[in-house]
């Protein structure tokens, strides 16, 4: 049996010429941003003695007369329209617990689900009984963000066929702030395998239903074998998800699929090797600026 | 222990520094991926890891949970061949209960925890090797952790120890210089607004002297400051190289 053995590279350096030719206004915590008492504290500031100062080590960023310091990496904090991939932690009387990658764990109502049957049907006692039966603990699923409580929880809603519960599949997380907002999270990409990339930084890739399933709600799951070649593609994409958040790339439908175009010429368990993400991850760049023009 | 001079007629130490030096501090930020937060610190041979979860939801009993502020949950343990001789248990002993204790206090005075009410936040820090001011270590290698969780907080937590031997404030003893059973003091503060985090002396000193040993001891950790602040600056500008102009996306 052949054995890869390799050695430790060691850490390159980013360029410095990269990020010198913008000015960045870097701060870390404790540092005075200002000491002028006519702007308003944002996140990541608190103020003392009537300066302001950084509470997070981040960029400052300017909005009219608020200053708020972003952090480079933070949990996730959810926005009212957000799509989620979630995992259930806890079913609980009327809802269930979903960790989203959240600083709480996030709840999912019981009347914010579709149950098989249609829209318009009453919840019953039943229903709360059988909970369980439609999703116990451990299941994923994908979902939208209904609310934001004032302590920082989300509410989640599945109304909506695209939602619900996740069958067979591989579930990538990344950074937060690595996911692009677009329009849509959903994507059928033409290399034959679908992907839901969760606003939160989880990303589900599944292969790609031949039917729209009817009326269950989507509560229920195909177990049926993934043929070898689905297989393929989704280890595939998940390596090229891997080295593009490796890169700290944004990842959405275009960049990844780019990367994946990149990435044919390797083998699928190549892509983990550093110089080779390196290498396809620069020929992605290059396509994106590019297309951008 | 006749033969061994802390201090030579010179102002030399044992190890060749004088006496408010500090010994090599060598950090990274960011070394695992899983963490929320992660960093590597060296302090001469002294050389820990700390890892950060969180903010998260309250795992274990519920009964923990504070209604207006994140529990901080600290664990202090050391490898077991981080020492001369092998030990048992890398934590759970009574010194490391102490420890983990001391940390919980210090991070809980630094962490703007009222920001997460009902959260909980993890602290885990590990000697690999133990060369004298393993607390202070920690503090400064669980300071770099958080930061690189982006947790806000008041000021960086800067930790440093000190002695005093022949009439000589020490700073940042090692483990030779702790062991030959002077006093000892360590002091965890937050260096912009001098605030002090935690201080604690072990053995006897005259109470004369306390000021010029407690005055060695927060110029250390201001110097221990001054490391940090370059070091996550460093790391941050490369971070913001590669990610480049992203606005709020």
Request: proline residues 3%; negative net charge.
């Amino acid at each position: 049996m052949a054995v890869d053995v390799r050695l430790p590279a060691a850490r390159r350096r980013v360029n410095e010429a990269l990020g010198a030719e913008r000015s960045w206004h870097l701060v870390s915590p404790g540092d005075t941003i200002t000491t002028d008492t006519g702007f308003m504290r944002g996140h990541g500031t608190y103020m003392e003695e009537d300066k302001l100062l950084a509470s997070v080590a981040g960029v400052v960023e300017r909005v009219n007369k608020l200053i708020c310091v972003r952090a480079l990496k933070t949990r996730y904090n959810g926005e009212v329209g957000d799509i989620v991939v979630g995992r259930i932690t806890e079913v609980q009387q009327r809802r269930w617990k979903v960790d989203t990658l959240s600083r709480l764990d996030s709840v999912l109502l019981l009347s914010s689900v579709n149950l098989p049957g249609g829209e318009l049907r009453r919840r019953s006692a039943e229903d709360e009984l059988a909970m369980r039966g439609y999703l116990q603990e451990g299941d994923l699923i994908s979902a939208e963000v209904q609310a934001v409580y004032s302590d920082g929880a989300l509410s989640l809603h599945t109304r909506s066929l695209k939602y619900g519960k996740l069958g067979q599949g591989v579930l990538v997380q990344v950074s937060p702030s690595l996911i692009k907002r677009r329009k849509t999270h959903f994507h059928n990409l033409p290399c034959g395998a679908s992907i839901i990339l969760g606003n939160n930084g989880y990303i589900w890739l599944y292969p790609t239903p031949e039917q729209m399933e009817e009326e269950a709600g989507g509560f229920i799951t195909n177990l049926e074998p993934i043929p070898l070649s689905d297989r393929e593609v989704i280890s595939r994409l998940r390596n090229c998800i891997l080295a593009l958040s490796s890169q700290k790339m944004l990842l959405y439908d275009t960049s990844i699929l780019y990367c994946y175009e990149a990435s044919l010429p390797y083998q699928i368990k190549d892509l983990l090797k550093m110089e080779i993400i390196e290498d396809i991850v620069l020929e992605t760049r290059h396509r994106l600026v590019e297309q951008e023009g | 222990m006749a033969g061994l001079e802390l201090l030579s007629d010179q102002g030399y130490r044992v190890d060749g520094r004088k006496a408010g030096e500090l010994r090599k501090i060598q950090a990274r930020m960011g070394v695992f991926a899983q963490a929320d937060g992660s960093a590597y610190m060296e302090q001469g041979n002294t050389k820990a890891l700390a890892v950060v979860y969180g903010p998260h939801e309250i795992r274990g009993s519920r009964a923990k949970t504070l209604h207006d502020r994140a529990v901080v949950n600290c664990q202090y343990s050391m490898a077991t061949f981080s020492t001369g001789e092998r030990k048992r248990r890398p934590h759970g002993d009574r010194t490391s209960t102490e420890m983990t204790l001391h940390l919980k206090q210090t991070f809980e005075a630094a962490i703007l925890t009222q920001l997460y009410p009902r959260s909980q936040i993890d602290i885990y820090v590990q000697i690999l090797q133990a060369d004298g001011g393993n607390y202070c270590t920690c503090v400064n290698a669980a300071t770099l952790a958080v930061i690189d969780a982006g947790i806000p907080m008041r000021d960086y937590v800067c930790a440093s120890s000190s002695g005093f031997i022949e009439d000589t404030p020490l700073a940042d003893l090692s483990y030779v210089e702790e062991s030959a059973g002077g006093p000892y003091l360590s002091l965890a503060l937050l260096p912009k607004s001098e605030q002090i985090a935690l201080l604690e002396m072990n053995s006897r000193l005259h109470e004369d002297h306390l000021e010029r040993v407690m005055d060695a001891a927060s110029k250390a950790c201001k110097d221990v400051y001054a490391v940090l602040e370059q070091v996550v600056r460093d790391h941050l500008q490369e971070v913001s190289a590669l990610v480049g102009d992203r606005g709020a996306a």
